[in-house]
């Protein structure tokens, strides 16, 4: 007699968590071209789609899929994202080990984030003129980048790394300096805020807000406001409102 063929099990991965009852629309589609499912016990849900357990996940499709069905759920309804690539066993696994243990931390944080969505801010130096104001501002500055100018890089190896550390430490102070004033001119529009780090010569800053749906009118007119102001040394852009992904890391 032959050994039992074994069928494996579909996975489940999870992609936020909805108040119980939630409908998802038609036109949000998830991994399958379809609709994600709705997992629910007691107040909440968990917004799943079956995935093979032997997959590795992290493709790009992957990540358009967790963002695609987030964003779109999140356009009719409070949605608490859940960590991307969060996977469990079957569909047990998300009720007794997921919703069961959470019902309530799930939720206070749909309380919390009912009628609010996230925004977020990203600013970035038009580069030939922030190094211009560094170069106006720093003496140093100016005198090493005409010493080095023509002369060949062994030869000015050590002008052009203090020239270097130099321009990198006025452009830090230039970015604390700018980023607060973008953040003070914002923050009364919103609940609350997260700066992420930045890693680019042309980053001034990048800001998560938190606003209600009541003040988004509000927030975007000032926004619109700021970018005016500014567009001479830096180019802003808006996304959003969008599910609060930068404020559930934490909770």
């Known amino acids: 007699m032959s050994d039992p063929v074994t069928v494996a099990q579909d996975a489940y991965l999870v992609y936020g968590i909805v108040p119980a009852g939630t409908k998802v629309p038609t036109t ?8 994600p499912l709705v997992v629910g016990h007691g107040r909440v849900a968990a917004l799943v789609d ?8 992290g493709t790009r499709e992957d990540l358009l899929a967790y963002r695609r069905v ?3 759920v999140g356009a009719t309804t409070t949605v608490v994202p859940v960590a991307f690539g969060s ?3 079957d569909a047990d696994s998300v009720v007794e080990h997921l919703l069961v243990l959470s019902e309530e931390h799930f939720a206070e944080l749909l309380d919390y984030f009912r009628g609010r969505r996230e925004y977020l801010l990203r600013a970035r130096y038009h580069q030939d003129v922030i190094l211009s104001e560094v170069v106006a501002e720093q003496p140093e500055v100016a005198e090493l980048r005409e010493q080095t100018r023509d002369l060949p890089e062994e030869v000015s190896y050590p ?3 203090r ?3 130099l321009v990198a430490a006025a452009l830090e102070e230039k970015r604390w300096t ?6 003070e001119h914002l923050a009364p529009y919103a609940v609350d805020h997260r700066v992420r780090e930045l890693s680019g010569l042309e980053d001034m800053v990048e800001v998560a807000l ?4 009541e003040r988004s009118g509000e927030f975007e007119a000032a926004a619109e406001d700021l970018a005016e102001r500014v567009h001479t040394r830096a180019r802003l852009q808006l996304l959003g409102p969008m599910p609060p992904y930068d404020f559930v890391q934490e909770a």
Request: charged residues 30%.
């Open 210 to 213: 938190l606003v209600d749906d």
């Open 178 to 183: 700018d980023g607060e004033q973008i953040i």
């Open 159 to 161: 002008a052009r790394v």
């Open 87 to 89: 996977v469990l066993p």
């Open 70 to 72: 987030l964003d779109g």
């Open 28 to 35: 949000v589609i998830g991994l399958h071209d379809s609709p």
């Open 163 to 165: 020239l270097g550390e």
């Open 50 to 57: 079956t995935v093979d357990p032997d997959r590795p996940l």
